[in-house]
């Protein structure tokens, strides 16, 4: 009998160690997938995440880790997929960044949206989360709700000329063609070497009537890209309207469009569909995870109507003018 009791006593602590084991093996391949994350090791870093999770398959924080990796590789539908199982377990800081990021990549804006939302609610820090927001409002066609969170963006990184560029995009969607210029100028003010921000620049200025820096702009942006068509469209257009008139019964230019510059996207952006809008239960910090990768928003083209050709007939109608009285002239 005491045997027994001793062999039970054996076989109870021996299941009572097992699971600690176990336990203690999902920690150490989970700390290892950290330190990959960390180097940049993001292949590395998955397998030794779905190491971790295949011993612990309730393990939210080696879930939300492996979703960081997945958006670093571009797998954003597997990122999306772990992100969503570390939020089924637990709400946390990490795992509401990575879905955010994983839908926005996916180009599902409306989804974006209030994903970072809430990510924004609970990590206010974060510039390229409330970029990606910002940007996600514009892709929905709410320009103005995204440049009160692009002041925010801007807050946090008021050095970074893409985003100024951004800013003065949506002004510009908006008709605010002042504040779009004082966006660009920005920009320009912190880099020289962009050629659609200075095409950009450029069309703001065409829309004020400020043709002649308009011109400028656009050689600029043509300077710097001299296969740039959108820049050399419009460098017509602004040459048509602000050049001086100096030669009688020239012909009114002809109208060209004012194309919006930005970079055009390369690959079709998916389809949005449906997702369940996330609510914030409960915050617990994560471990610490390597930061989303940040994106730069893509720009969309817009077409301006140019300004009526006023000046070019009033010029036109000055020249005959004096033509008719030197002709009077010499008849006395």
Request: charged share 10%; proline share 6%; glycine share 6%.
């Amino acid at each position: 009998m005491q045997m027994s009791a001793k062999a039970g006593i054996l076989v109870l602590i021996l299941l009572l160690l097992i699971p600690a084991v176990a336990g203690e093996d999902a920690i150490e391949w989970y700390t290892k997938a950290q330190n990959a994350a960390t180097n940049g090791d993001y292949t590395d870093a998955v397998t030794y995440y779905s190491n971790a999770i295949a011993l612990n398959p309730s393990y939210d924080e080696a879930y939300a880790g492996e979703a960081v990796a997945l958006n670093a590789l571009g797998q954003y539908s597997a990122a999306l997929t772990a992100a969503n199982q570390a939020l089924a377990i637990r709400t946390s800081p990490a795992a509401l960044g990575a879905q955010a990021d994983a839908l926005f990549f996916l180009g599902q804006y409306s989804a974006a949206i209030g994903a970072y939302t809430n990510y924004t609610a609970v990590v206010t820090n974060q510039e390229s989360a409330y970029c990606n927001l910002a940007y996600s409002y514009v892709m929905v066609n709410n320009s103005a709700q995204a440049l009160t969170t692009y002041s925010q963006c801007t807050n946090l990184n008021p050095n970074d000329p893409l985003v100024w560029n951004q800013v003065g995009l949506a002004d510009m969607s908006l008709g605010r063609y002042s504040d779009a210029l004082s966006a660009f100028n920005k920009a320009t003010a912190l880099t020289t070497t962009n050629a659609e921000i200075w095409n950009n620049k450029g069309e703001a200025l065409a829309a004020l009537g400020q043709y002649q820096d308009a011109i400028t702009c656009f050689n600029t942006a043509l300077n710097l890209n001299p296969t740039y068509a959108a820049a050399q469209t419009n460098l017509n257009a602004a040459m048509g309207k602000g050049q001086v008139y100096t030669y009688t019964f020239t012909p009114t230019p002809t109208e060209a469009p004012w194309l919006l510059g930005g970079v055009t996207p390369t690959t079709a952006i998916p389809a949005e569909t449906a997702t369940p809008s996330l609510t914030v239960t409960q915050v617990i910090p994560a471990a610490t995870l390597p930061p989303a990768t940040q994106s730069t928003p893509v720009a969309t083209r817009t077409t301006f109507t140019p300004l009526s050709p006023v000046p070019a007939l009033a010029g036109l109608g000055a020249a005959a003018l004096l033509l008719s009285r030197a002709g009077k002239g010499k008849s006395r």
